[in-house]
């Protein structure tokens, strides 16, 4: 396959040439832990056990890092795996870390409560405010961890001004690129030394596998995160990698969708008179479209929309009644499925930082739309907020 091949002809090439014994198109799922040696140290094709390689895996890790522009791909049983693979990898007692201070909520337990009991600092700081960055930088820090968009409120951060910081300061540039996924948005293009991935989202894309990649940008970082992922030993299993590369084809047709018809629901939630504010990348009245027009290909499928309250009804009753009274969006956490899904971040994904500088609106709602005919969607979020609205009215009038 050509070097410069489209997004498209890399994600269903790279790493799948067919199966050189049967000639099988789909790479086959290598469900062994063990290879036959011919003769001690005799590996046929350079498999000895499934926790150092597998073939499954390999295809994936190399169709990641060809999707990532990356030299090397890895691939891990979760997101939250590969991010502690990295941070393992790259810091040490002593060490000091730079988080968004709207980071994925796992990303910050993992940190907050697990590494800081190894003596790893860390502090969150905005990472829309590059002089805040600066100013937070100590003689410590190792690594500025970024997300963009980020979850729920789809606040962007500037991932080539980042990268200025971070050599600059001879730091590490991580960014978590689950959100956006490789097909929107290229973070080791921009500068960043490492991508981080949750393949549970929009590269797995269809809800039925946990899973986490990472994609370094040079050969010695890549070789490093390898020997840890051997090391620390928690891989991705073949069939978990098998649903990933699966998943990886079709990645760019389904974002494609997933942008459309997020683009029609924003025009849709943004005339509504219920909804008092809409946080999308592609609005121009957001603060990051700018950047987001800039480093994006387009600006993804997750959506989030506070609604006002009336004389009966908070918004958070309001945001909770629509949760309820979908029927097309299932009402769940995880997102970048084929599916819609609606949630209700401050009691569901984001309750474990109520009452932290992380706590989010209680009359916000996050939507991830999936790739189903929008007409539909659109209807089924108008006869949920219609529904919730004569909730109110009606109690307002019994009680009046
Ligand atoms: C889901 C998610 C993770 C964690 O990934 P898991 O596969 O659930 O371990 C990390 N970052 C972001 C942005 C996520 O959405």
């Not at 080791?188 to 986490?212: C, E, Q």
């Not at 121009?284 to 009966?312: C, E, K, W, Y």
């Amino acid at each position: 396959m050509p070097e410069i091949a489209g997004f498209n002809t890399r994600a269903i090439h790279a790493g799948q040439e067919p199966d050189s014994l049967t000639g099988a198109v789909a790479v086959p799922i290598y469900q062994t832990s063990t290879y036959k040696q011919d003769g001690v140290g005799g590996l046929r094709g350079g498999y000895e056990y499934s926790r150092s390689a597998n073939p499954t895996r390999t295809a994936l890790e190399t169709a990641l890092a060809a999707a990532e522009g990356g030299a090397r791909g890895l691939a891990f049983a979760s997101g939250l795996a590969a991010e502690d693979t990295l941070l393992r990898t790259v810091c040490q007692p002593g060490d000091h870390i730079l988080l968004p201070d709207d980071a994925y909520g796992g990303t910050f337990r993992l940190v907050a409560s697990v590494f800081a009991r190894w003596g790893v600092e860390y502090t969150p700081v905005s990472l829309g405010d590059l002089d805040a960055v600066r100013a937070a930088v100590r003689p410590t820090t190792r690594v500025i961890w970024c997300e963009t968009p980020t979850n729920p409120l789809l606040g962007i951060a500037d991932i080539a001004g980042l990268a200025d910081v971070a050599r600059a300061n001879e730091l590490l540039l991580a960014v978590d690129n689950t959100f956006a996924s490789p097909y929107l948005q290229q973070p080791l293009a921009l500068g960043a030394d490492v991508v981080v991935h949750s393949t549970t989202k929009y590269l797995g894309g269809h809800s039925d596998v946990v899973g986490g990649a990472l994609v370094a940008a040079d050969a010695e970082l890549g070789e490093r995160l390898a020997f840890h992922q051997n090391a620390m030993g928690s891989v991705a299993g073949p069939f978990d990698s098998w649903l990933v590369l699966r998943g990886l084809k079709t990645l760019g047709v389904r974002m494609d969708r997933h942008c459309a018809n997020a683009a029609a629901v924003v025009d849709f939630l943004a005339a509504h008179d219920a909804v008092s504010a809409v946080h999308y990348p592609g609005l121009d009245t957001h603060p990051g479209h700018a950047v987001a027009a800039a480093q994006m290909r387009d600006f993804g499928g997750m959506i989030s929309f506070r609604l006002n309250g009336t004389s009966s009804q908070s918004g958070e009753d309001l945001a909770l009644a629509v949760c309820a009274g979908v029927e097309i969006f299932t009402l769940g956490e995880s997102l970048g499925g084929v599916e819609s899904l609606i949630e209700h971040p401050a009691r569901m994904t984001h309750a474990s930082v109520a009452n932290s500088p992380l706590a989010v609106p209680a009359d916000l709602v996050r939507l991830s739309v999936g790739i189903e005919d929008v007409d539909d969607l659109i209807a089924d979020l108008d006869q949920a907020l219609a529904q919730a609205l004569e909730r109110g009215a009606h109690s307002s009038a019994s009680t009046a």
